[in-house]
C-alpha cells in the first residue's frame, strides 16, 4: 500500500564495511541497501545511533515530522502536468467526507515534484463545493518544510483551466495575483483529477513576496444575506460583525481596526474628498486593473467573498487588493453546469452588483473616468479577442491528454464528463461568449458611458528576441510612442506559475531607444531553473498616465548543462561528439571517417557495416 503506518516499520542494519554504499571501511561513515520498490510507494525512515554514551535519532520522535521520506515513482511522460501525490490513510478521507465543513487539518503526506512533504493537515476548502463529489484541498506544512516558500497550499477542483487562463492574464498586464500550477492530483495513488494549485494568502505569502510578515490580512467571507450584512468593504458601526464577515489571516483575534478604518473611509468619506482619500489609502490602478480584466471576462462573484484586502506592515504602504476562485470567469458555470446551448448573457452591466469601493469609483466622475480609461486599454492592448482565442488554445491543447484522462477515468462527477473539465464543445463556447462580451464592452458599454480615448496615447512596447549568450541572455524589443516623448523600460521575469513580474537586476529605468539589454546577474533561483521563464517588459513616457505591457511569446530556458540543451533541440549540426562546442576534437572525428563510404547501392564502397 502507498501508505505505511507505525506498524509496518522494519529495522534494517547499518554498516561500515564498505560493501553497503557507505564507501570505505572503517571511515566512520554507515550505509544500507534497501530493497527496490514498486512505483507509487512511500518510503519513510529514521536513524537510531548507539555507542557508549547513549542513543540518538534522527529526526527527535518529538518534531512535526518525526522522520524522513522518499517516493519511489517511474514517472509519467506522456503528460505535461506537474504529478501532486496526496496519500492519507482511508480513515482520514472517511472523516474529511462525514465531516464536509470541519477546519480540523488530518494528517496526510504530500509529495510534489518528486520531494515528500510528510504529516501535513489537510481539510476539504470552498464555500459552496464541498458538497460536489470531486472535492478541493487546503493543505497546511510544517514549519521550515514549506512548500516554495509557502505555509498554505490550495487544491481547487472546479474550472481550474479557466481559472489558471485569467490569473495569466493578470500576469500580462503586470499585476501580481497569486502564484498557480494546473496539476495532476493521485489520492493514494490512484489518478483523481486535474486541479490548480495556487498560494494561499497569509503570513507566509507576505513575507514570500519580499513583505513584512506582520501586514495584515483578511478574506472576504460574508455574501449578501436577508440581514443586509456583506463583507463588501462597507462601513457597519456594530464592529462586533467585522470578525463575523472577515477572516484575519495569520492572527484571528487580532484587532480589527485597520479593516474598520479602511471600510469607515470608504463608505463615509464625502464625495468631494474620495478621490484623494482612496488614492491614499489603496494602490488604485492596481485595483482598477484587477477589476478590469474581471469585467472583461465577466466574472461577477466578488460581493462579499473571493477576495482578500492586505495591508503591508511597511510604513507608507497601500492596501492591496488580491483575488481567488475565478471559476465566474467567462460565463463558465453558465455554460458548464446549464445546458451547453443556453443561451448565455454577455452584456451584464460591471456597475452591477459591486462592492463599496467599486460603487464610489462609478458615481464619481474622475474615478469612474480612470476605470474607463484602464479597462479601454486592457481590452486594446491585453485582452483582444484574437489574444484571449489564442491563450484559451494553448491551454486547451497543453491539457489535452491531462483532461482526457480525468473525462475517461473519473466519469463520476455528475454521472459523465463532469462541468468542470473543458472539452471541445466547452472551448468554443468560451470563445464565442468571449467574442460578444468583447464587442459589447466596446462598441456599445463603453460608449454609453460618455468614455473618450486619452489625448496622449501611452507607448506600446514589443519583445522581439530573447537569445543565449556566452555572458547572459540578450533581451531585444521595438516600441511606438505617437508624440516621439522620452521613453524609459523596465524589465522583469516570470514563469508564470510561481514567481510574478520579478524584476531583473540593472534592467529598470533603461532608455526605450537603446533597443535592448544584456542579462548577466540575478539569475532566477535553482528552482527554477528547469521551469520556463518569461521576460515582461513595462514602457513609460513622460506625459501618459498609463504604462505599457509585452509578455514574451515564447519562454526562455534556463540550463544547467549541455545535456539539457541537447535536450531542448539547440545542438549544433558539427558538434559530433556533442558536448556543446564544436572544435578539433569534432573535426578529428570527422577526418577520421573522411571519404568512408558504406551505402549499399555504391558497388564501390567497401565500409559496409
Known sequence: APYQTASESTTIPMYDDGTHGDLAAGDGKYGVTLAAQS????VRYRVAVTDSHGSWTYPDSYEPNPNRAYFVYDGNPDRNLQEYFLIAPDSTWSYLYANIWTHDYQEATLVAEGIVYDHVGVHL???GWRVH???SYKLAFNKNEYLRDMSRLDLSMHVPVVQKLVHDIF???GQVNLGTELVRI?????FYGVYLATESTNSSWLERHGMDGDGEVYKASCLPTGNGYVADLRYYADTGLYPQMYEKKGDALGSFDSLIDLCDQMTNTPEAQIVSTMNSLIDLDTWLYNWAVHVAVFNDDLMGQNFFVIKPAEPGAKWRLQCFDLTGAFNWLGTAIGPLEKEVDYHGDPFNYCNEWQVRVANDATLRNRFLTILADVLDHYMTIEQVHAMVDEYYDYTLQDRTDEMTIRTEWNGGVGPFVMTEER???IKIFYTNRWNWLK???????GYTS??????TIQITGVSRSASGFEIQWQYVDAESNPCTVDLYWLDKKWSQVEPIPGGQGLPAAVGSFLWTSGLPDEEYLDRRICIHAVIRDTVSDLPGHDTSPHPLQVWENCQQVLDAGYGLAGDLNQDCRVNLEDLSMFLNVWLTCYDPQNPDCTALP
Not at 512505483?39 to 512511500?42: A, F, I
Not at 493521485?186 to 490512484?190: A, I, L, Q, S, T
Not at 486619452?454 to 507607448?459: G, I, K, L, S, V
Request: aromatic fraction near 6%.
Open 186 to 190: 493521485y489520492r493514494n495513488g490512484e
Open 171 to 173: 500576469s500580462e498586464v
Open 133 to 135: 463529489p470531486k472535492k
Open 125 to 127: 476548502k470552498g464555500m
Open 443 to 449: 462598441d456599445t458599454w463603453l460608449p454609453s458611458q
Open 427 to 429: 472551448r468554443g463556447k
Open 454 to 459: 486619452p489625448a496622449n496615447a501611452h507607448p
Open 39 to 42: 512505483t507509487k510507494t512511500l
